[in-house]
């Protein structure tokens, strides 16, 4: 077949945004979002998810976070604690040889995955639920009547989208939506670092995590590096290690972002120098395989009807309205050369009261994930992947069944019953 040489001129139009219309809108495809989506399209609702990054998958994939955390109980032997998307992942990535557990010195199981699978599973359960997915998408405004959000305006590079739906679900992890809403919104009032994320390859061994921090303390320095804890857990077989040895500012202005995220770059390098020289043994012919995007833990949050606090997390404190628990440090970043921890006991639960994910001054919209309301110390115990998933299908079942009225007055026996698993299984 000869090929055509034919082109075709074209002009922009003016052209009015495509109208997209859903019974649920979800902001941010990281876990929670995800979670919220398909407990959202389970309830057969019309859903559709939206993420500023051009895949699916957030800081789950893209940032090589690479571990569950605050899936499971405390203790010698742990139960899990979080069920519905959770099982199905468990259950997928297991049977592909694409996760497996790591117990080490947080008095839990922690389990290693393969971002790619993961990816793969997030890409095709969506699918296969028919959720709606705009990549790309950055929100430009929304439109808010009295207490209801009634619209999103969003730019992606094919035109602009304006998306209507009944209820609105703020998984950004910024909280983008309650914040371009004109909602209160909280940040820390002092730095809250990330991390940049890195796979090595040609690892030969590992090191215990005492004696990497035991060197990070006494010799990071020279090598640039600010972090003085930390970890690198090797993978069996294959070579590879994820590294864990970095602080990055994580700012909300976007040149600054730009800037650490350079920094997290030469950060990641500088602990590859530091691993080959100081454990030669295992690191000497490591080389970096892949470097994610900087980690953002805590940027900015909703003013929720309930504020979490670390207090709240220490006693256990059980919530009338629970929809979610942990059993996960808190694990504050507040330095930039160390991390405060508080681990709890065998028996220690703590919980997430509904009242935390509710936007103040919004009928239809709800947090989940990172940006959920609470101080910063509490923030951090329930931030992690486990209480991520647990809030966002929270979410989902608060909005179906506030339906068209508020959130603020759905029937909480309801609510639990539906998320009991979250709440009660032992198993």
Known sequence: MALSPLTKITRREK????RLEADVFVLGAGISGISAALESAALGRRVILADGAPRMG???VAALIGTFCGLYSNGPDP???THGIADRILADLGAKGAISPLRGRRNTVVLRYDERALYVWIDEALAAAHVLRLPGALVQRVEIDGRRVRRVGLLTRFGAVDVDATGFVDASGDAVLAWMAGLPCREPATPIFGTQMMVLEGVRGSVESRDIEKRLAERGAAYGLRRKDGFVFVSGGDGTALCNLTHVETPLDPLAAASAALDGRRQAEAALRFLVSEFPGAFGNA??????????RQT?????RHHLTADEVRQGARFPDAVARSSWPIELHNRPDDVHWEEFGDDHMHYVPLGSLIAEGADNLVAAGRCIDGDAAALSAVRVMGPCI?????????LDL?????VDQIDIAALKTRLRDNLERTD
């Open 15 to 18: 052209a009015a945004p495509q």
């Open 58 to 60: 957030g800081q789950a």
């Open 79 to 81: 139960y899990q604690v």
């Open 287 to 296: 080389r970096i395989q892949d470097i994610g995007q900087v980690g953002m």
């Open 300 to 304: 900015r949050w909703i003013v929720g």
């Open 390 to 398: 647990a809030t966002g299908a929270a979410a989902a079942h608060a």
């Open 402 to 406: 506030a339906g068209t009225g508020s």
